[in-house]
Each structure stands twice: as structure tokens, then as C-alpha cells.
């Protein structure tokens, strides 16, 4: 009789989940897409539609009267950006007047604030007992909020009561108390409030690319007698180049549209030597009540800042590759 044996069959160790359906997966090309959605609701929300907006106001004769349903009112094709751009007429000459007085006014903030940033940076370069305390006074006024300090500083120049009539006056400085909110003092103490509020972020840009420079370029050259002035120019201000660059377009940039300063400062009806671009645009808008004009203004100067912004770009660019 033949006896058969059959081997034992073994069996599969049952691995975990192997009865599940896998979960379908996204293909990674279309998950960026997917964070970048939030981003660009929001952009499209806050920047880009209130921007078609404004570019389809300036198209129409939009004032007090058509303000309810400002979707019905008259369609005036380019007029309001005739009547902005005309420098014979009012509106024109008045316009010309605050962007002059903006270029001015975005000269001087700019160019101190570079430089108070850049010495103060440099001053802080090295290790020294309290340099923690000095960076966190210098970066004091660009952490405060800008209504709480720009207040505070009208309280300064008040004629009357303010502290510094006061200490001109207790000096011997001036024999008479001056206005500094009304007359030709006001581009001055605007200037003044505006470089006190954008030098930190300079110097915090700067002291932040200073920490790149090799110390030993700065012993190489102290080897070869190079003094302060001289190390300045041939060793800081070329490892800088590319920090300058970024700062002073932010800067030009955010002092070109500055509106919160002058408008906490002079209560809305800046006077006529501070009359800034985007306070007259304000005043054109909601003072006068001209949407349409305001609105052709905002436009005008939304473009020379494209173009200005490009044509900036361009240049330093090409400085870069030729350097």
C-alpha cells in the first residue's frame, strides 16, 4: 500500500491593511496649486479686483450725485485723465504742484534714512558693552505702531503747548513760539517725523548684511592704512550693493505713497508746502468728492511707479553684470 504525504502549506503572513483600498493621491504637480489657492483668493480680493476697480472708476464721471449707484453713472472715457494730466489747467497745475513736492520730500527721507541706517550700522559693526541696548532704541520707532507715534509727535510741534517750542523758547533757540503744522515748517516737520519712522528699517537692513562681510577684508585693509573713509568706500559700500539696492527701492517706494504720516500728522488737509500726492488724491476723492478724478490720479501714479520701479530695475541690473 503507497502512502502519499502532501507538505504542509504555509501560510502568508497577513501584513497590515492589505485588505484596504489604497487612498487615490493627488499627482505632486497639482499639490502647489492647491497651497497657492488661498494666496491668490486673497490677492485676488484685496489687490486685484479693488485695482480693476479703481481703473474702471477713472473711466466714469463719478461724483457726489452718481455715488448711490456709481455702476450708473456717465461713462467719461479719458476726460478725467485729460483734466489730470493738463498741466495749464487747475486740476492738472495742482497735481504737478504735489508731485513735485512728493519727489522732494521722497528725496531727503530717502537718502537720510539710508544714511542714518548706514553709519548706525557700521557704529554697531563690532561688539561693545550695550550695543544690545542701542539696536533695541534705534529699532523703537519702526516697531511702534504709526498712529500712536505720529500723534505723539503732533503733540511735539504744537505751537503753544508743544515740547519743542518749549525747549526752543527755554534755550534761547527762538524768541518766538513758530507753527510747525501750518506754513513752509510743515514739509520740514513731516520730513522729520518720516526719516524718524523709515531709518530703523534701513538700519536693520543694513546691519543685516553686514554680518556678510568677512572680517578679514576689513583687517586686509586696515594693513594696507586704509582709515574709516576708506574702508567705507572700497570694502562696506561694494559688499553692500545688493542690499542697497533692495532697500532703497522699498524705501523710494513706500515714502512715495506714504499716506498714513500726513494724514495723522495734518488731520487730512495737509497745507499747501506738504501737500503730498497721496493726500491731494485723497482730497480730490473724498473731500471734493470727485471719484472719477481720484481715482484717474491713483492710476496715473500706480503707472510712474511701474515705470519708475522697471526702469530702476534695468539699470542696476545691468550695473550687476558689467560689475
Known sequence: ?????????????????????KKPRLPR??????????????ELLVHVIPMVVGVWMSLLELTQFQIRNWSAAPFAGLDNYRATLDINGPVGEELLHSFWVTVLYTTFSVGLSWLFGLFAGVFLQRPFPGRSLLRTLFLTPYALPVYA??????????????LLNELLTTTGLADDRPFWLIGGNSFWALLVVSVWRSWPFAFLCIMAGLQNVPTEMYEAAAID????????KDVTLPMLRPVNQVLILVLFLWTFNDFNTPFVLFGGSAPE???????HIYRSSFITWNFGQGSAMSVALLLFLLLVTAAYLLVTNRRREHA
Open 29 to 42: 504637480s497639482k499639490l502647489p496649486y492647491l497651497l497657492l489657492l488661498p494666496a491668490i483668493a486673497l
Open 149 to 162: 507715534a505720529v500723534i505723539t509727535w503732533t503733540f511735539i510741534y504744537q505751537r503753544d503747548t508743544g
Open 273 to 279: 508746502q506738504a501737500d503730498l500726492i497721496s493726500i
Open 1 to 21: 500500500m503507497v502512502t502519499t504525504t502532501t507538505a504542509p502549506v504555509r501560510a502568508e503572513p497577513s501584513t497590515p491593511g492589505a485588505g484596504r483600498k
Open 225 to 232: 592704512g586704509a582709515g574709516f573713509w576708506r574702508r567705507l
